[in-house]
Protein backbone atom coordinates (compact mmCIF):
# COMPACT_ATOMS: atom_id res chain seq x y z
CA UNK A 1 0.00 0.00 0.00
CA UNK A 2 1.35 3.40 -0.83
CA UNK A 3 -0.47 6.78 -0.75
CA UNK A 4 1.23 10.23 -1.47
CA UNK A 5 -0.12 13.74 -1.36
CA UNK A 6 0.59 16.47 -3.75
CA UNK A 7 -0.87 19.84 -4.97
CA UNK A 8 0.84 21.83 -1.85
CA UNK A 9 2.44 24.87 -2.61
CA UNK A 10 2.73 28.63 -1.40
CA UNK A 11 -0.71 30.74 -1.81
CA UNK A 12 -1.65 33.80 -1.00
CA UNK A 13 -4.22 34.50 1.87
CA UNK A 14 -7.67 34.49 0.55
CA UNK A 15 -6.40 31.85 -2.25
CA UNK A 16 -7.54 28.23 -3.16
CA UNK A 17 -5.43 24.43 -3.56
CA UNK A 18 -6.63 21.52 -4.43
CA UNK A 19 -4.49 18.50 -3.06
CA UNK A 20 -4.52 15.06 -4.28
CA UNK A 21 -3.84 11.75 -2.57
CA UNK A 22 -3.02 9.02 -4.61
CA UNK A 23 -3.69 5.49 -3.51
CA UNK A 24 -1.72 2.44 -4.85
CA UNK A 25 -1.87 -1.50 -3.85
CA UNK A 26 -5.41 -0.95 -2.22
CA UNK A 27 -9.12 -1.36 -2.82
CA UNK A 28 -10.29 2.27 -2.22
CA UNK A 29 -14.08 0.79 -1.97
CA UNK A 30 -12.39 -1.27 0.99
CA UNK A 31 -10.27 1.27 2.45
CA UNK A 32 -11.21 5.04 3.83
CA UNK A 33 -8.78 7.85 3.49
CA UNK A 34 -8.02 10.60 6.13
CA UNK A 35 -6.39 13.56 5.61
CA UNK A 36 -4.24 15.43 8.10
CA UNK A 37 -2.33 18.14 8.29
CA UNK A 38 0.60 19.56 10.99
CA UNK A 39 1.58 22.92 11.61
CA UNK A 40 5.28 24.10 12.32
CA UNK A 41 5.42 23.51 15.78
CA UNK A 42 2.06 22.08 16.25
CA UNK A 43 0.78 18.30 16.75
CA UNK A 44 -0.78 16.61 13.82
CA UNK A 45 -4.36 17.86 13.32
CA UNK A 46 -7.23 15.47 11.75
CA UNK A 47 -9.58 17.05 8.69
CA UNK A 48 -11.47 14.65 7.39
CA UNK A 49 -12.37 11.56 6.21
CA UNK A 50 -13.79 9.75 3.17
CA UNK A 51 -15.99 6.71 3.84
CA UNK A 52 -14.63 3.74 1.21
CA UNK A 53 -17.52 2.15 0.55
CA UNK A 54 -19.73 4.66 0.06
CA UNK A 55 -18.16 8.07 -0.10
CA UNK A 56 -19.30 9.29 2.84
CA UNK A 57 -17.14 12.22 4.14
CA UNK A 58 -16.71 13.32 7.88
CA UNK A 59 -15.75 16.81 8.39
CA UNK A 60 -14.61 19.24 11.67
CA UNK A 61 -18.11 21.13 11.25
CA UNK A 62 -17.35 23.18 13.94
CA UNK A 63 -13.20 24.10 13.64
CA UNK A 64 -10.92 25.82 12.05
CA UNK A 65 -11.47 24.45 8.46
CA UNK A 66 -15.30 24.89 8.33
CA UNK A 67 -17.10 25.38 5.59
CA UNK A 68 -13.94 26.32 3.73
CA UNK A 69 -13.18 22.52 2.56
CA UNK A 70 -14.27 19.71 0.28
CA UNK A 71 -13.37 15.85 -0.06
CA UNK A 72 -13.82 14.04 -3.25
CA UNK A 73 -12.85 10.92 -4.70
CA UNK A 74 -12.17 9.92 -8.30
CA UNK A 75 -10.72 6.66 -9.47
CA UNK A 76 -7.80 5.85 -7.44
CA UNK A 77 -7.74 9.27 -5.93
CA UNK A 78 -8.76 11.18 -3.40
CA UNK A 79 -8.95 14.96 -3.66
CA UNK A 80 -8.62 17.92 -0.69
CA UNK A 81 -10.50 21.42 -2.27
CA UNK A 82 -9.57 24.00 0.15
CA UNK A 83 -11.04 27.63 -0.68
CA UNK A 84 -10.49 30.55 1.22
CA UNK A 85 -6.68 29.78 3.02
CA UNK A 86 -5.54 31.73 5.76
CA UNK A 87 -1.49 31.85 6.93
CA UNK A 88 -2.57 29.53 10.22
CA UNK A 89 -3.74 26.90 7.68
CA UNK A 90 0.11 26.93 6.71
CA UNK A 91 1.28 22.96 7.49
CA UNK A 92 2.47 19.66 5.91
CA UNK A 93 -0.50 18.21 4.44
CA UNK A 94 -0.79 14.36 4.32
CA UNK A 95 -3.63 11.52 3.26
CA UNK A 96 -3.74 8.05 5.48
CA UNK A 97 -5.48 4.80 4.99
CA UNK A 98 -7.38 2.06 6.69
CA UNK A 99 -9.40 -0.49 5.70
CA UNK A 100 -13.39 -0.52 6.51
CA UNK A 101 -15.12 2.63 7.52
CA UNK A 102 -13.78 6.21 9.23
CA UNK A 103 -12.39 5.55 12.68
CA UNK A 104 -14.80 7.14 15.65
CA UNK A 105 -13.56 10.15 15.93
CA UNK A 106 -12.44 10.23 12.46
CA UNK A 107 -9.44 12.36 13.28
CA UNK A 108 -7.95 9.61 15.60
CA UNK A 109 -4.71 9.09 13.84
CA UNK A 110 -3.38 6.11 15.82
CA UNK A 111 -6.67 4.45 13.99
CA UNK A 112 -4.72 4.90 10.30
CA UNK A 113 -2.54 2.02 9.09
CA UNK A 114 -0.49 3.27 6.23
CA UNK A 115 0.27 7.35 6.17
CA UNK A 116 1.81 8.82 2.75
CA UNK A 117 4.57 11.90 2.38
CA UNK A 118 2.94 14.83 2.85
CA UNK A 119 2.94 17.96 1.02
CA UNK A 120 3.80 21.83 1.85
CA UNK A 121 1.45 24.42 1.77
CA UNK A 122 1.91 27.56 2.79
CA UNK A 123 -0.05 30.76 2.70
CA UNK A 124 1.43 34.20 2.84
CA UNK A 125 1.56 37.23 0.80
Known amino acids: VQLQASGGGLVQPGGSLRLACVAS????????IGWFRQAPGKGREGISCIRGRDGRTYYDYAGSLKGRIAVSREGNMVYLQMNNLKPEDTAVYSC???????????????????WGQGTLVTVSS
Open 25 to 32: GLALGDHS
Open 96 to 114: ATRLGGCPAPYNRDDFYVY
